[in-house]
């Protein structure tokens, strides 16, 4: 690559460089299913293999370099978006979400402020209300009232947000203003995401003051439990203050009852959370909206669109029903900040709903997704998701050699092996070593369990019906060679 005397790659070089950037891309999305699904290279392997240290000129140009991604970094990458990657959630994306990202990146764009550009702000606005359209989500997380929504980084920023919301709440701003003085107690249930647990600590509140209530035979938290610890805290002197609620647990999808819980909380003036990081998505479907009964009791939701939205990461949409509490807990306004639209209260500056005083343009990509699939197109690829799993589970449940570990939820499918840990651990090894898909596991009532989840964007029958034939063959094989 030729540089000019300012070292910048020129507007040529750059479209030319893009051109050949996106043909890569396509390229890779098309041929991705062919490729091992989980990494298999041993730490260390692309370190040693770069340079030592940087180079003092610029090197040979764009192809020089799209030739080392492909020799060098595509061996250590797990393929996220290949139709048999079952592990974990989706985190998927699509032709609309990448060219929205490669936008957000060409405009480069500091959305800290409705001032510093605010097509950003507005943007975004509009699109977290469009999601509260898209999912008939309660009106109290709409712009125009008292609450409204943000586009976090992560599910565990948006908890982060709430408890920090909620402790200033609980505390008079005394948090704030003086540093914690203790007391102040949070609850989620056994099956709650570890986020809630780091939460609590950079909180301040201390995992200590973190009760793990029960769940019944679902998975999904007890409310005479719950309530049952409310009252044991109170009267042990201490201050209840919040609560994490889970639509979608991250190891069976289970949902807690949000209407009992969220009655449960207004009775005892406590923040009520709900995390439905990947399944919140279900409610662009209808039929799948009676998971998210009681919802409107909610003071803040989150859910993730770069889960099972098509939208790659990140991208989490997090909702508040009282903005102004969230904000009074997170501004600070340094002078170098003042400016005539934040102060005429008239705006959202978004630095002010978030962590970090920085952020990105991420509604683009959600803006783009929608436009492209509309909400029919959404619920078409989530009706066959869950479609699929409902299938793979039955014929689960029909073998004799594996079992339903919990009924299938969704597009979760957990199961395991009939003899026992041993064999299920050996079933999950021998099933990701092959390359041709990715599973992950979990724990349920002390027994080892497989988890598979379908929901990549371009999964298809053909892709699972592949899986289930060779996890059949697999737990056969296994039957033979396993002591129970």
Request: aromatic share 8%.
């Amino acid at each position: 690559m030729k540089h000019d005397d300012d070292f910048h790659m020129s507007p040529d070089e750059f479209r030319r460089a893009g051109h050949t950037l996106v043909d890569w891309i396509a390229d890779y999305r098309e041929r991705v299913a062919t490729l091992p699904v989980q990494s298999q290279v041993e730490p260390g392997a692309l370190r040693a293999a770069l340079p030592a240290s940087p180079p003092e000129h610029g090197d040979e140009g764009f192809d020089a370099w799209l030739r080392d991604v492909d020799e060098l970094v595509l061996p250590g990458i797990t393929h996220w978006q290949a139709p048999a990657f079952f592990a974990y959630f989706p985190a998927n994306t699509s032709g609309p979400s990448i060219l929205g990202e490669l936008l957000s990146a060409g405009l480069g764009v500091q959305g800290m402020l409705w001032a510093t550009s605010p097509a950003c702000t507005e943007l975004e606005t509009h699109m977290l209300d469009w999601l509260v359209d898209l999912m008939a989500l309660p009106e109290k997380f709409r712009s125009r009232g008292a609450g409204g929504g943000v586009l976090q980084d992560s599910a565990s920023s948006a908890v982060l947000c709430a408890l920090l919301a909620a402790r200033e709440r609980a505390t008079r701003f005394e948090s704030n203003t003086h540093g914690g003085r203790g007391g102040l107690v949070a609850y989620g249930s056994t099956q709650t995401h570890s986020s809630l647990d780091k939460g609590i600590a950079v909180a301040g509140i201390g995992r200590a003051n973190l009760r793990k209530i029960s769940v019944d035979e679902r998975f999904a938290m007890d409310p005479q439990a719950l309530a049952a610890a409310i009252a044991a805290d109170r009267a042990a002197g201490r201050k209840p203050f919040f609560v994490c609620a889970t639509v979608g647990t991250t190891s069976t999808l289970a949902a807690d009852p949000l209407r009992a819980i969220g009655e449960i909380c207004a009775r005892e003036g406590l923040w009520l959370h709900v995390d439905a990081a990947m399944a919140g998505s279900a409610a662009v479907c209808p039929e799948h909206r009676v998971l998210f009964d009681g919802l409107e009791l909610a003071d803040s939701y989150c859910f993730n669109p770069h889960k099972w939205l098509f939208t790659n990461f990140d991208c989490s949409a997090f909702f508040v029903a009282d903005r102004k509490a969230l904000t009074d807990a997170l501004s600070i306004t340094p002078e170098y900040l003042r400016n005539a639209a934040s102060e005429s209260g008239g705006i959202i500056d978004y630095r002010d709903w978030q962590i970090p005083l920085g952020r990105r343009f991420r509604a683009l990509k959600l803006w783009f997704v929608i436009r492209h699939y509309g909400a029919a197109g959404l619920r078409h690829h989530l009706r066959r998701h869950i479609a699929l799993a409902a299938e793979l589970g039955a014929r689960i449940a029909a073998d004799p050699h594996l079992e339903l570990a919990v009924p299938v939820s969704l597009n979760l499918v957990c199961f395991r092996h009939r003899r026992g840990d041993e064999a299920s651990r050996a079933l999950l090894a021998r099933l990701n070593a092959g390359g041709r898909m990715y599973l992950s596991h979990t724990v349920v009532e002390e027994r080892h369990t497989l988890r598979l989840c379908i929901g990549q964007t371009h999964v298809a029958a053909g892709h699972v019906e592949t899986a289930w034939q060779e996890i059949a063959a697999a737990a056969a094989a296994l039957n033979q060679g396993v002591s129970p």
